[in-house]
Structures are given as C-alpha cells and as structure tokens.
C-alpha cells in the first residue's frame, strides 16, 4: 500500500505531516466560520424578514440598515475583504495569519451571501400560514420559531449546505493569503515546487468534501420534508 | 356579540388611496351565521379582520362580548380607560375568536396533531390536557383516524375540517370564515357548511362567514351584509334580502344563486319559451312566506278566465322557510290580466312585470 502510494503520489507522501495539519486546518476553519456565520447569518436573515416591509414588525429603519451592510460586503470580492479586513482582524483576534486570522474575513465572506440564502428560505414561507398563527395569538416569537423557522427547515437545510460549499471555497482562497489549510497547501508545496500530484490530490480531497457535504444536505432536507409531499415530487 | 360601529380602514399604497372599509357598522347577535358578501376588493376581508386585529381600522369601536375597543391613530385601545391593548391583551382576544381561511393554512410539516395542538402548545396545559382536547376536537370534525396524517395527504375538505378543529381549540366563542368553501369543490364545501351549522347549533358557536358565492349564504347564514366598494350597501335577514332585494349588486348576487336567472339570457337570446303574443305579459311572481301556500296561479287561472304558461320555476328552501319564484306568461284578455297581477299582489305574491307583448 505505501508503495503504491509512494509511486502515484509521492511527495503528498513526503509531505504527509504537513499534509494532514492543512487538513485540520481547512476542517478548523470550516467549523469555527462556519458555526459562527450560521448564527449570524440566521440572525440577520430573520431580522430582514421580521423587519421588511409586509414583514410582521416593519421597521424601515433596521431593515434598510441590515440590508445596506449585507449588500456592500456581498459586492467587494473575496480576495479584497480579506486584505481589507487585515487591521480589524488583528485588532480583533491579535492575528492576521493563521487559522485564528482566517476567521474574521471568512464570516465576512460567508454571512452576507448566508443571510440573502436564508430570507429567501423564509420567504417562501407562505403569508397565509403566518395570518393563521397570528390570528391564533401567536407573538412575534412564536411567528419566527413556530411558524416561520419551522416550516422552513427543508429550505434552510438546503441553502445553508450551498453556503458551506461555497465556504470550503473561500477558506482555500484565505489560505493563498497565510491561512494555511488545504488551499495553501495546494498552492505551496503544489503549484509552487511543482509537484502536480499534490495539486492532484487537493482536487480530489476537496472534490469528496464537497460531495459528501451535498450528499449530507440533500439527506437531511428529504428527511424533513414530509414523506407524502416527496412521494408527490418524485413523481 | 359583536358590535362594529363606525369603522374606517384606509390602505396607502404609494400615493395610492385604497379605502378599503368606510363606515361600517353591524350588530352581529349571539349565536348567529352572520354572512358579509361581496366581490373580491370589497372590503369584507379587511372588516372581517378588524375583528380580531388582524388589521386595526382608522378609527370607529367594536365591541366582542364584553370588550369595548375604540381605534386611536392607528392602535386598539379600551373604550373605558383609552389605553392601549397590550400585546398579551391582543393575543388573549385573537384566541377567543377563531379563524378559518380559504386556503386553510395549516402547517405542512406538522401533523394534524401537532397543526391542532398548535394554539394549545405554551398555555399550561399539560401533554396529556393537550393531547386529549386534540382527541375531543378530532371527534368534533370527525377525523379522528387522520390524527397522525400531514395536511399533503389530506384532500380539501378534511384540511379545512383540520383547520376547524385549530381555530375552535381555545374554546372561542365566535368563528370568522375567511372564504372557507370557495377552494372547496362542491360535495366537501356542503360537508363543511354542514359541520358549520352543527357546530354554530351544538355549540353556539357565532360564525361571521365571508364569502363571495350567494349559494353559500343561502344554505347557512340567518343574517347577510352586501358590501360594496368598502361600504355595507344591504344588510337584513337572508331571506327578506332574498325575497327582496333593493340594491343592483344585490340582486345580482340574488341572481347568481337562483335557477330563474336563465331568464334574462332568454330574453337576451329571444328564445321561442318566452316569445309574447300582443296583449301577453311575461311576469316574474315571487312568494314569500306570506303567500307561498296559497294556489294562487290555479286560483287566477280560474277568476280570470287567462292561460298561465310556466317558463322557469323554482322553490327554494331558506333556513326551513320556502321561498318560491315563477316565471310565466299571461295569456288572455287584457283587462283580466290586469285583474290577475292586482289579485296577485293583493296575495302577498310579489309581481315583476319583465316584458309586455
């Protein structure tokens, strides 16, 4: 087995303890951004939709607010927030390289495109559900966690899969700028000394991330929409 | 039971004035099928929601059993103090007023359990009160054995039955249905008014039902309002509004639910069933209460020596009182025909005379 591996890979092989520390690293930071957009980007997604127009506390104010900050960090790419982020970064977490330094600039990639995902998810929640819930007494929590959150768990399941794809995407780009992970060591110990097997198999590695992660979603969102309602999908 | 007066609502669209309820007032009395028909944007779904502050009117009062509310910039306040509901007040009147909706809005991924123990859930009642209520409420709508089904597999008729079973489950007092048959098809919108009037005579139950189809409010409601353009323009006992109705939109609507409606398309057409001779007359005979007993066309056949001839007829039932309609030609010596509409109308039988040949 290691000679086999030694023949079509071998300097993944030489640098295999570097190797899997990239892997952790990617794992890591996909974790802590990961966890932390989704809160936030849920936050902001509700509060879009509570505070919109037809919503059920209109607030123009807060909505316009959340709304103007979501889109400008949308528009500047990737690769410009995370240069621009760099002072804030360090004075935040004291460092801008590293795993700890990726995490700033990761949640600012992710939750605006996350926050857009999960307004959508909560706007195909059809108003006349949220009618029936409040003329039953429902307040606003009850709205947002009963109705609104509940019946939008397929949805929600389904983009916040596409936004960890895309994530996986983003953390790559981070480590071209001192983040480490699979991205850095790709380019690096790759495409920097040559060694295209290397690059190879970081393709593939991300490509099986990738998948398994949409295998995983797909998964859970079959299994909470209810049976009948697939059956008739399927169909 | 319910008392509107004087209510207002104004929606502002961009510029756009949309004055959606004007000066509305009814007096909806306990224990009756109250109905409000109208086109749709005739305001009967906002005033319907003023009662349960779905949407707050302008200004005006509504009083629900006991609780006087008058509107103040926008926010229901108590008509004694003037302050304004508090939310826990607001949600507290919302579940002692049921709400049903055209397209029953349950929760999809819930099940018909869960979608009725909805407004049960965080109340204090414990998992087995909340669990044998769903039951009772189960057996009241007659689904008992869909306890565990999702709405998806349910048809029309049992998620209204569903949705029923939701609104009534804090014990209101008072139904609002919003449309509830006009998704329906013909058999289970009939199972579902009958499970209304069960419920409104089982449990006396008050139910202002909103609908835009007059066959609906001929099978169940006492009571009828005809809104138009934001304004209740006709509002009287069902049968007296069917007997008689005075204004243009309600005598369409009138029409729309009885079978001599043909009438005027054969008119229209100059069909050969209603084609008059010089000196005939072509009426249109309604008898009410007052008269529908009375054997009053052989009667006039026989005084006045003239020839009925029967074009369309219909009897219909209102709440256990009939209601006849007729349309027929006179035929015969002018003068007798004129006996025989002034003994008809002598009989309390209501003459139109639609065309004279």
Redesign the interface.
Known sequence: MDEWLKTVMPNVVAYKSRFLTSLQQTFQMMLWSGLIAFAIGLLLGILLTVTRKDGIRPNAIVYRLVDLVVNVFRAIPFVILLIFLIPFTRWLTGTAIGVKGALVPLVFGCVPFYTRQVEAALASV?P??I?????????IF?LIF??YL??A??DLIRVTTITLISLIGLTTMAGAVGAGGIGSFAINYGQNQNHQDIVNVCVIILLVFVSLLQLIGNGLARR??????LS?ESK | MIEISHIHKTFSEKGNRVEAVQDVSLHIAKGQIYGIIGNSGAGKSTLVRCL?L?EVPDSGEIRIGEQRLSMKNGRACHAETGAPLT?REQ??L??S???I?Q?F??????TVFENIA??L??TGMSRKEISDRVDELLALVNLQDKRGA?P??LSGGQKQRV?IA??LA?RPQIL?SDEATSALDPDATESILNLLRNLNEQLGLTIVLITHEMAVIKTIAERVAVMENGRVVEEGEVYDVFARPREEITKRFVASASALSRIQKLMDEDSPMVRTRPGDLLVKLTFTRESVGEAAISAISQKFGIAVNIVLASVEELRGVALGGLIAIFTGDPAQIQGAVSYLENSKVEVEVLRRG
């Open positions: 059809e006349g559900k009618e029936a819930a409040r003329a039953m007494g429902s307040g009850g009963r109705v509940h019946e768990v397929p909470t929409t209810n049976h009948h309602l008739k | 349960n779905l939310e949600s507290r919302r579940r007023i049921g709400m909706f397209h809005n349950l929760l999809d991924r819930s909805y407004p859930r965080y999702y998806a597999q949705a939701r609104a804090s609002l």
